[in-house]
Structure formats: structure tokens, C-alpha cells
């Protein structure tokens, strides 16, 4: 099935995005930004390669973007991550290498083995931090800066490596308890606030469950591990450990499960969580990215009933109009454009009983992006021109041109363009 106004826009966006000269990737415009997978050219490039891959667009925009981005050298070592220096270089340059392994290839192989480095630096760290019997920063272990990141990353390049299960031994035993304060704690738990900093209104920390920057990433991560056969010693039980505190945190009082933000020292204490308001049920926190993790895991264990589960889950909360008014804006990380690419991405691995009505929640996330009766180019125009934005990838224009391209083509991607996402 095609949603031809999703696709219009999609192209006018990447018709606005083709010259690197002519395009702002950012309203900060700082020296940094370029090495921003998040919202930087790289971002704008993973659309042409796409494009591109899927016959859609020339290869010549890859190469101009690239060398663009890649004019000057890229941080490496303690001061990069997924998402910002040469990781993030890494991941662009290996989704074009998919098509093109000529051009790139050399580059590439340059960026894995200071990627494999900085990898196993971060992984002795850690082990370091937990046999000192102390808590973990969300940036040792997230998606955007951390292990897991880190892994889906390597397990793209060569699933069964022994750097990949090195991270996936380091994710087993994050999930071990650990005692702070003569409280019992998950591996996971971490005394800041979700920001990764100090924050007044979380004392003593919390437990984040988001699949950016908390323990889903981490259950997605070893969910894919094993859906490469990649397994390490005690793999299956730390899942099932991760989707028991879940299970423990379920949220009550709707119609399918749906799971918190995070969890708080005073609700650990109370053992219940706090009334909260509706939320977004967003990639980066909220229903969607959990149940995307959740359905990975159950899949790898074979647990229809909790697949079954996950796709509920984001059924609900993607016809709940309380959540949906929750959500404000078209983003990839937070907006309509992403989970609709979510819901997308859930349909190829669901089960037969919810495919279908998975399948059904798609055309109404696409028509809050891309109204009917609207112009797409001025739609386009928008997107690309948007102050609260930039025209890159996890929040801007890149983003929801690649996750509409998906979505209302009912196809997955023909890239690894959302690998960096866990999604996938």
C-alpha cells in the first residue's frame, strides 16, 4: 500500500536537501555540529543514501554530502559516540558502503578499528565501575552515547565478533543487582536525572526504562544479538530479567500494558509508581520504542504472548487520542513521523493476530504529517525551514523524509539507515 502525499513530501524534502552548499544544517552553525549525526549533514546524508539505494535518487548527492561532512578530521576517542564523531561518521559511510564498498571501504576500515578501541576501553571502564560496586552513568550503557549503541553498530559490521560479544557480556552483567544506600538496585539503576545529570527532582536517581537512554536499548540490543545467533553466557536470562522490572512496572489502569518513562527511588520505595498525565509514546521514551524492544525480546525467546503483548501495547497507544494530543510535533525521535516508521517497522515481526491493525494505525501518523489537501511543497518547505529544527535527522526535515519514505511504502528500508535507532 502507498500513501502518495507522504511520498511527494518526502521527495520535495530531499529535492530541498540536495546540495550541501545551499542548505544550513544548523541554526547554531558551531564546529561541532557537523560531526552531529542527530541533526548535522550526516543525518541529511543517510536520506540520499536511501534514496539512492532504493533507486530513487543519484549517488552523487552521497558523495557531495559526504565530502562535505568529512572536510575536516572527525573526534575520535573519549569525546565521541554514537551519535556524535567518527561512530556516527562510521555509521553513515557504512550504510552507503552497502551499495558501494569501493569507495568507502578503506575509510571504513580506518573508523572500526578505532571504533573497536574506544569500544573495548569503554567496556573495561566499565567492568572497572562495577567491581567497585558503584552505579552506572546513563552514558556507559544508552543508545545515543553509550555500549549499546556502540554494539548495534558493531554487530552491523560482523554480528559474530568477538568485540560484539564483548559488549553483550558487558550488557549481561549491567543487568546483575547492585545494593546503594542498603536499597537492592537494578545493574541499570543510575543517581541522576534522566538528562545524565544531577538533578534535584530525582534524589537518589532512577531506573530509565526509554529506548534512547535507558534499559530498552540494552533488551533490544541483546534481542538482536540473538536474532543473529550471537549469544554469550547468561544472554536469555538478563532479557528475561529486563522484561521482568518492566513487567513489575507495568503502568495499570488502561486497556494494554504500557510502561513509565522511569522509575524513581520514592516510587522504588513506595513500590508503586506516581500518577502521571498522558505521555507521548515516543522512539527516544514511552510506549513505542519500549514495545518495539519488548517485541524483539519475545521474539528471540519465543514468548508469543508477550510479542503479542508489545504489539497491543502500541496499538493502544497509537489510537489513545490522550497520547496522541501528547505528541506535538513530526519528528523522527519524538514525533508522528516516528512511530509511524515504528509501527512500520513492528508490522514485518508481527504476530498474524495484529499485523493487520498495526498495519491500520499507519495512515492516520501519516496524515497528521503530511495533512490531506495540503501542497507538498510548501509542506516540504516547512519542514526543511522549521526554527524549532534543524533540517538533519533525529528531530528535523532528513528524519521525517526517511521515516514517511518507509512507512508509507509498507517496505523496511533499503539501508541500515535506522540500525542506530535499535529498531531495527
Sequence with gaps: MKYDLALTVSDAVASLLADPGTVSVSPHATTTDRQQLAYGALGITLLHIERAASGL?????????????????????????????????????????????????????????????????????????????????????????????????????????????????????????????????????????????????????????????????????????????????????????????????????????????????????????APSVPRRPSWCYGTAGTARARQFAAGALGDDVRQIEAENALIAALTDPAQLKATTDNGLCHGFAGLAHIAARMVTDAHPSTAERLRDTIPELLAAVCPPDTDPASTALAMVRDREASPGFLNGAAGIALALLASATDTPPRSSWDACLLIA
Design 57 to 273: 535518487g543519484p549517488w552523487q548527492r552521497v558523495h557531495d554530502w559526504l565530502a562535505a561532512a568529512s572536510r575536516q578530521p572527525f573526534t575520535s576517542g573519549a569525546d565521541s559516540h554514537p551519535f556524535y564523531g567518527a561512530p556516527a561518521l562510521a555509521h553513515t559511510v557504512a550504510c552507503a558502503a552497502e551499495y558501494l564498498p569501493g569507495p568507502y571501504q578503506r575509510a571504513l576500515d580506518t573508523l572500526d578499528v578505532q571504533i573497536a578501541t574506544d569500544v573495548r576501553r569503554r567496556v573495561g571502564a566499565a567492568h572497572r565501575r562495577m567491581d567497585a560496586e558503584l552505579l552506572p552513568s546513563l552514558a556507559e550503557f544508552d543508545v545515543i552515547r553509550g555500549l549499546s549503541g556502540y554494539g548495534r553498530y558493531l554487530m552491523s559490521r560482523n554480528p559474530g565478533s568477538v568485540i560484539v560479544r564483548t559488549v553483550l557480556d558487558y550488557c549481561v552483567r549491567l543487568t546483575e543487582p547492585i545494593t546503594d544506600d542498603d536499597h537492592v538496585l537494578p545493574g541499570w539503576w543510575t543517581l541522576s536525572g534522566p538528562s545524565g545529570r544531577p538533578d534535584g527532582r530525582f534524589p537518589g536517581g532512577h531506573a530509565n526504562t526509554g529506548l534512547a537512554h535507558g534499559i530498552a536499548g540494552v533488551l533490544a540490543l541483546l534481542a538482536l544479538g540473538a536474532r543473529h545467533e550471537t549469544v554469550v553466557d547468561g544472554h536469555h536470562d538478563a532479557m528475561r530479567t529486563i522484561l521482568a522490572w518492566m513487567d513489575r512496572w507495568q503502568e495499570q489502569g488502561s486497556s494494554a500494558p504500557a510502561w513509565p518513562y522511569w522509575v524513581t527511588r520514592t516510587e522504588l520505595c513506595d513500590g508503586h509508581l
